[in-house]
């Protein structure tokens, strides 16, 4: 059956990868980014493809999406919540200030403004899931990314509260994608990142598992098969 999903954080990395797989599948996908310019989708897929620039940390931005989405294309089935940044690796103390907030800004904020745009509709038509992408890091914790640790518990605590208060057949779940070789990762992990996967070797393990998830998994936090 095609599905309309819904994604934030689709421009370069996991983003990227699972919506070029999510529009293979046959669904139709509406999807933003900070910026989409030079963003291209392959072949015939791009007919089921929306992207649009948008700034999750700006709720007036991501509301306006939400209203644009929803009179095209109708209520998400599924809506994933994918932006996300990390702070460049350091002890806490020493992390800039402003940096702390972006982080903040895009992990947290970006992630209630994105729920809180498109639940009205996903509530009104009666069903449909919410995948708040989070981290091995929002269920622990390590040095030198203390900033986006808190980021992503305050992700896994947000949805599981989500989920005890949604109706029925409408679920929340945390999904922690297991680690990836993207920018963020490089940049984190400068010399250990090319020890793991690609985002296009990674998706074929993440979409098949994605699509298999249902409202009847509210209230999980669920990790990536390896």
């Not at 005890?164 to 945390?174: C, M, Q, R, S």
């Not at 490089?186 to 298999?212: H, K, M």
Request: proline share 5%; hydrophobic share 45%; glycine share 8%.
């Amino acid at each position: 059956m095609n599905e309309l999903i819904v994604m934030t954080g689709v421009t370069h990395g996991m983003g990227r990868a699972l919506i070029e797989y999510l529009l293979a599948q046959g669904h139709t996908v509406e999807g933003c980014g900070r910026r989409t310019d030079g963003v291209e989708i392959s072949g015939s897929n791009s007919q089921n493809c929306n992207l649009a620039a948008v700034d999750v940390t700006n709720w007036t931005a991501v509301e306006l999406w939400s209203k644009s989405v929803v009179q095209r294309s109708g209520a998400p089935d599924r809506l994933i919540c994918n932006a996300s940044v990390i702070n460049n690796p350091a002890r806490f103390w020493e992390v800039p200030v402003g940096e702390i907030q972006q982080v903040f800004a895009t992990n947290v904020l970006g992630t209630m403004h994105t729920m809180l745009a498109f639940l009205p509709a996903m509530i009104q038509r009666g069903r449909g899931l919410v995948v708040a992408i989070s981290s091995g890091w929002g269920r622990t914790t390590d040095a030198n990314v203390a900033p986006y640790c808190a980021s992503k518990w305050a992700v896994e605590g947000l949805t599981l509260s989500l989920a005890k208060e949604l109706p029925d057949n409408l679920g929340a779940i945390t999904l922690d994608p297991g680690v990836v070789n993207t920018r963020m990762l490089q940049r984190c992990w400068p010399l250990r990142a090319n020890e793991y996967p690609t985002a296009d070797a990674w998706v074929t393990r993440a979409g098949p598992f994605i699509l298999s998830l249902s409202a009847l998994d509210n209230g999980k936090q669920l990790t990536v098969p390896a």
